[in-house]
Nanobody
Framework: QVQLVESGGGLVQAGGPLRLSCAAS????????MGWYRQAPGKQRELVAA???????NYADSVKGRFTISRDNAKNTVYLQMNSLKPEDTAVYYC??????????????WGQGTQVTVSS
């Protein structure tokens, strides 16, 4: 079965950097879109950054200029480089992929989430 495994979360001081990684594994025919969402306590889950189905990038206004999404297609891995972190960036970050398994339709998969805590 397909799995998304996230890593890189942790505690960081405001203004510092952090890099998240998400690797997709299993029986994968094609990854059509892949990106990052986050959910802070008491708030809705929101898109942070993603590669769309057209291979363009989409960023939340709150992270533009600070976060950068990148990928390594050979490793089925997507990264989120977070710079100039703010306390309001504190949230659980989730990796999401829209992918096709062999002889199947596109389906969404989610990682387990990784905690990012930014201290002031």
């Amino acid at each position: 079965q397909v799995q998304l495994v996230e890593s890189g979360g942790g505690l960081v001081q405001a203004g510092g950097p952090l890099r998240l990684s998400c690797a997709a594994s299993g029986s994968i025919f094609s990854i059509n879109a892949m990106g990052w969402y986050r959910q802070a306590p008491g708030k809705q889950r929101e898109l942070v950054a993603a590669f769309t189905a057209r291979d363009s990038t989409n960023y939340a206004d709150s992270v533009k200029g600070r976060f950068t999404i990148s990928r390594d297609n050979a490793k089925n891995t997507v990264y989120l480089q977070m710079n100039s972190l703010k306390p309001e960036d504190t949230a659980v970050y989730y990796c999401r992929a829209a992918l096709e398994e062999p002889d199947s339709y596109e389906r969404d998969y989610w990682g387990q989430g990784t905690q990012v805590t930014v201290s002031s």
